[in-house]
């Protein structure tokens, strides 16, 4: 059958022109991986998306041809998205506070202001 | 939680030995057989879109807007805009109106689509591209486009709408895609005036889009940016080879350009005056920039890369207001715009045809890898 397309794949394809309904089943995309990605070694692996698979193996497969397909890439990681932990986006508050924690950043150290006190004071005495 | 909610962990953590059984949530992957539970869902699959044109859609019932802001929790809702209008992105697990919900639903399942679908025009002369480097590089930019689907798809589905009702909503006519994929690639030239102005098009919209408020689309289309350049790039490259050839070569480029230049006009959607697009979309972040605004950009910066090589474009009016630095041009066919998104372009039964061929001869392949006791997870981010 000729579809009488421009696209020589195309005719080479027996299309169904009957307009018949296509319903793909719910499931049939299979399951959903997150992926993460290595750019070189030694650094971090790094969140870069999803792909969808029916399998960790196949997950890997298309996760190398989404995202490893162009930059630099030497590893990448799949997880299936149902086995990820996450806190509730709504309970971000819960980090509110880790700004203000001087005591535990060197910023919250002034050693040399209590230095050159000591030095000034032993100076003038 | 709110204000009250730092004051609410703490003290939750005091009372429990234990803190993981307190805090932790496993919340952000929704379950899809829970997608009932949005509402908003069911109206989606009953409204039939109207535009699918550019990646822009507009709401034609704004009706619907109002009564589903009654329904939403006025302070959530304040608390909502409030994130938006800081700059905030907003992330899955968080709360948000539905009808944001149900526009960005929209807004990128049409934007996916028409990256598998926009996959099929210039496929038609992989088999015939003159050489073997631009015949690499239409592979790899063919693709590309299908790479970005499933990012785009990816995004969608965080909002709660599975993958395979996205594709059961395309291969239906339910949801649309852009407009300019149901004209036919008939000459090599068209390709080249396919890669450079419809992608160019396409990236003056997704870089508007790439600053809006919803996180996982953001992400997407930063990817695929990047991604676009190289296609504009390559795209711009095969225009001006031709444009700078022989006297035929010349012709055929300014033959496509001819016939392409109505629907790139189209590409942005209906001038602003007729569209009723909401101001609420634009103060949600969802549409970031006026259809006319996003046109007139895109005329500024292509228009006279195409005067430059010395080709025409069928339209008298087309000029420059130095005073106000807007295009002045004559208006598109709106008519034939409408027409050719509800089923009456040229191409777009083959275009879905071929689609549910894909899908048809596909399916025994992933029937026979999937596991229908698998438990579907949305993607988390």
Redesign the interface.
């Known amino acids: 059958m000729n ?1 009488q ?6 005719n080479r ?5 009957s307009g018949e ?12 991986f ?1 992926v993460f990605h290595q750019e070189k070694r030694g650094a971090h692996h790094e ?6 698979a ?2 960790a193996q ?1 997950a890997l497969i298309f996760a190398k ?2 995202f490893g ?2 930059k630099k890439c030497v590893n990448l990681w799949v997880v ?3 086995d ?8 971000e ?2 980090f ?1 506070n880790n700004g203000e924690k001087t005591y535990r950043d060197a910023s919250g150290f002034k050693v040399m202001e209590k230095i050159n006190k000591f030095k000034k004071a032993a100076k003038e005495s | ?1 709110k204000t009250n ?2 004051n609410m ?1 703490y003290y939750k953590v005091r009372k429990s030995n234990s803190f993981a059984p307190v ?7 929704a379950d ?1 057989g829970d997608r009932t539970k949005f509402s908003n869902l069911q109206d989606y699959q009953n409204n039939h879109s109207m535009y699918g044109g550019g990646y822009i859609f507009d709401e034609p019932n704004n009706r619907q807007l109002k009564e589903e802001q009654i329904h939403d929790d006025p302070e959530k809702l304040t608390e909502f805009e409030d994130r938006i209008s800081r700059g905030e992105k907003i ?5 948000m109106p539905s009808e944001y919900r149900r526009q960005l639903i929209r807004l990128i399942e049409q934007h996916a689509h028409s990256e598998i679908i926009g996959a ?1 025009p210039e ?2 002369w ?3 591209a003159p050489g073997f480097k631009r015949k690499l590089a239409l592979i790899a930019k063919v ?1 590309d486009e299908i ?1 970005h689907g ?2 785009l798809y ?1 995004a969608a ?1 965080t909002l709660g709408k ?4 996205m ?2 909503d395309l ?2 006519g339910k949801s649309k895609y852009s407009n300019v994929f149901n004209y ?3 000459t090599w030239a068209d390709v080249t005036v396919i890669g450079f102005l419809i992608d160019a098009a396409a990236i003056v919209n997704q870089i508007a889009n790439s600053k809006g408020s919803y996180g996982p689309y953001c ?2 289309l930063e ?1 695929i940016c990047y ?1 676009e350049s190289f296609h504009l790039k390559q795209g711009h490259d095969a225009f001006v080879e031709l444009a700078a050839g022989t006297p035929a070569q010349r012709e055929m480029v300014q033959d496509a350009l001819n016939r392409w230049w109505q629907p790139i006009m189209h590409f942005f959607g209906p001038p602003d005056k007729n569209s009723t697009h909401s101001e609420k979309l634009m103060q949600w972040k969802v549409k970031m920039a006026s259809n006319d605004d996003m046109r007139n950009q895109f005329l500024d910066t292509y228009v006279p890369k195409i005067w430059d090589m010395g080709l025409t474009l069928p339209d008298e009016k087309l000029k420059k207001d130095e005073a106000t630095g807007k295009w002045d041009y004559s208006d598109p066919d709106w008519d034939l715009f409408k027409i050719v998104i509800n089923g009456g372009g040229p191409c777009n ?2 275009r879905l ?2 689609r ?2 894909a ?2 001869h596909g ?1 025994w392949v ?2 026979a ?4 006791k ?8």
């Open positions: 579809n397309s421009l696209d020589p794949r195309v394809l027996k299309l169904n022109a309904a296509v319903t793909v089943q719910e499931g049939e995309n299979w399951n959903v997150e969140h870069v998306g999803c792909v969808h029916p399998n196949l041809e989404q397909r162009r299936r998205s149902a990820i932990l996450a806190f509730d986006a709504e309970d508050d819960m509110a | 939680m909610g730092l962990v805090i932790l949530k496993v919340s952000t992957t899809f992330e899955p697990g968080d709360w099929l496929g038609t992989i088999t015939r693709q790479g499933q990012l990816n589905e599975s993958r395979e009702a594709i059961n291969l239906s036919p690639a008939e992400r997407a990817r991604e039964k083959e045809d071929v549910k061929w899908e048809e399916r992933r029937k890898l999937m596991n229908p698998d438990k579907i997870s949305a993607p988390v981010a």
